[in-house]
């Protein structure tokens, strides 16, 4: 039996079935036996792969997204750049290149990096070694400022809780052990304030998610930007109210039962974009249209930038960069299943790529 299994197996026997999320937490972030401390998902010999980490283009129109962004809200210094869960580094590295020749931006910036994991920081470090890096735990210890910000595939990697409805309120759906097995239960039916609305649009058996993290992070950093200036660009798979389960658990690019083996695999689950911008409306921003990657990375002039990287590549690398641009944008790939959201001070125009 791995240690983490055994530590979650004798604190189910001593406290009982624990939530999904707290099961979650245990298995990205264990201090020492999480997935994100003792695996590097990224790339071919990971376990997944994400759009920085299939083409610089990704990283690059965003970042002039963001400068122009900084240039319309007339140029603020200094400003704080920061990213949420940067994995590594590589989004960064292609913005930072990319922007180096807007004028004033990298006098004006001082890089934030918000990373839970202690290798993810070490190789974080040595992708932008030519930068100073300053690393947050939390968006509240970010200094207060204009905060031009980027989250990509973040918010799906924080814990989720999963209700089934009953009658007049809802399960939760929860970790136990039978025959020394981990399994899924569910708790006593009990109200929930936060799903209090839910109760609208769904029937009994339906299945509901709530991600506990993403309100308060999405408050702080609206808040940020509403108060001091700045933008947010939110990048990830999901859509407009969640309804179903969408726990996924990839093990070497490929499905996997959740519960096998805690630890060795990386669980995320489909963002809630109207949570995101309830709570980001609420605390004094503008949002913008939630728009398919394919389309944002489309008006941001992906064709241009693909043409300009072909005309010196030929052979597999020619091959590489076409295949790259039709996973970052085709819909039947990653262009429709992932979705940005940009959002900004209160009536203030979204970043390029984004309708209000
Ligand atoms: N944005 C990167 C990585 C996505 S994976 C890319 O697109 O390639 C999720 C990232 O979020 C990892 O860097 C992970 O370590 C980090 N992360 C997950 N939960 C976190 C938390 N609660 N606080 C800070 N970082 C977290």
Same mark, same amino acid.
């Given at each position: ?26 298995? !990205?972030? =264990? ?7 003792? =695996? ?166 339906? !299945? ?78 503008? =949002?913008?249209? !939630? ?66």
């Amino acid at each position: 039996m791995s240690p983490l299994l055994e530590q979650l197996s004798s604190r189910i026997r001593s406290d009982g079935p624990i939530s999904l999320a707290d099961y979650m937490a245990e298995c !990205l972030l =264990h201090p020492e036996h999480g997935y994100y401390t003792t =695996h590097s998902p990224f790339g071919a010999a990971g376990d997944f792969t994400t759009a920085p980490e299939i083409s610089q283009m990704f990283g690059e129109l965003i970042g002039l997204s963001l400068a122009q962004c900084w240039l319309d809200q007339g140029a603020p210094s200094p400003f704080t750049l920061a990213e949420l869960g940067p994995g590594r580094g590589t989004l960064m590295a292609d913005l930072l290149r990319a922007t180096r020749h807007v004028p004033g931006f990298h006098a004006a910036l001082q890089l934030y990096l918000i990373e839970a994991s202690p290798n993810l920081r070490a190789t974080q470090k040595e992708a932008l070694k030519t930068y100073e890096i300053h690393w947050a735990d939390s968006v509240d210890a970010l200094p207060k400022q204009p905060l031009f910000l980027v989250a990509n595939e973040f918010f799906d990697a924080l814990p989720i809780r999963q209700f089934v409805r009953d009658t007049e309120g809802w399960r939760e759906k929860r970790v136990g052990l039978a025959d020394g097995s981990l399994t899924f239960g569910l708790g006593p039916q009990a109200p929930q304030p936060a799903l209090e609305h839910r109760l609208l649009d769904t029937k009994p058996d339906d !299945l509901v998610e709530l991600n506990p993290g993403l309100a308060p992070i999405t408050a702080t950093l609206a808040q940020r930007i509403a108060s001091h200036g700045g933008a947010a660009l939110i990048v990830d798979y999901g859509d407009w109210r969640s309804l179903g389960d969408t726990l996924q658990a990839l093990k070497a690019h490929a499905p996997a039962d959740p519960l096998d083996a805690p630890g060795t695999a990386d669980l995320t689950a489909h963002v809630d974009f109207e949570v995101l911008c309830t709570v980001a409306s609420g605390a004094g921003c503008s =949002h913008s249209k !939630l728009t398919p990657q394919g389309i944002f990375l489309e008006r941001l002039g992906i064709p241009e930038r693909a043409r300009a990287l072909a005309a010196k590549l030929e052979g597999e690398s020619l091959e590489n960069l076409i295949s790259a641009h039709r996973r970052l944008t085709h819909p039947e790939e990653m262009g429709n299943l992932f979705k940005v959201l940009g959002l900004t001070p209160a009536n203030t125009p979204p970043p390029p790529g984004l309708l209000s």
